[in-house]
Nanobody, 121 residues
Framework: VQLQASGGGLVQAGDSLRLSCAAS????????MGWFRQPPGKEREFVAV???????YYADSVKGRFTVSRDNARNTWYLQINRLKPEDSAVYYC????????????????WGQGTEVTVSS
């Protein structure tokens, strides 16, 4: 199983960004895909989780600005981030678990390498 996260970069506050997570070696419809982030000097935190046939759950801190979507044909998940804030600066990770959605990072079976987002004010 491989998860490849991409799309990060240096942006300005108020900009938008779309992160991608390309998955291989797993059945897209059988896993829950999560997004996490780790701000500099802080612990990894939950952002969102979704299953291909179920609901999407977001952390309260990102509701209304972050949106998860997917392209089943490409086995790729996306995290659209709008109205970026400096506090959104972090390394963003995608992760997969072979059961229902969960916000606990420790419950995920597979992780991507992370993509860094830096938001300047």
């Amino acid at each position: 199983v491989q998860l490849q996260a991409s799309g990060g970069g240096l942006v300005q506050a108020g900009d938008s960004l779309r992160l991608s997570c390309a998955a291989s070696g797993l059945s897209f419809s059988a896993v829950s895909m999560g997004w996490f982030r780790q701000p500099p000097g802080k612990e990894r935190e939950f952002v969102a989780v979704s299953r291909s046939w179920g609901s999407t759950y977001y952390a309260d801190s990102v509701k209304g600005r972050f949106t998860v979507s997917r392209d089943n044909a490409r086995n790729t998940w996306y995290l659209q981030i709008n109205r970026l804030k400096p506090e959104d600066s972090a390394v963003y990770y995608c992760a997969a678990r072979t059961s229902g959605p969960d916000s606990a990072a420790g419950s995920y079976d597979y992780w991507g390498q992370g993509t860094e987002v830096t938001v300047s004010s």
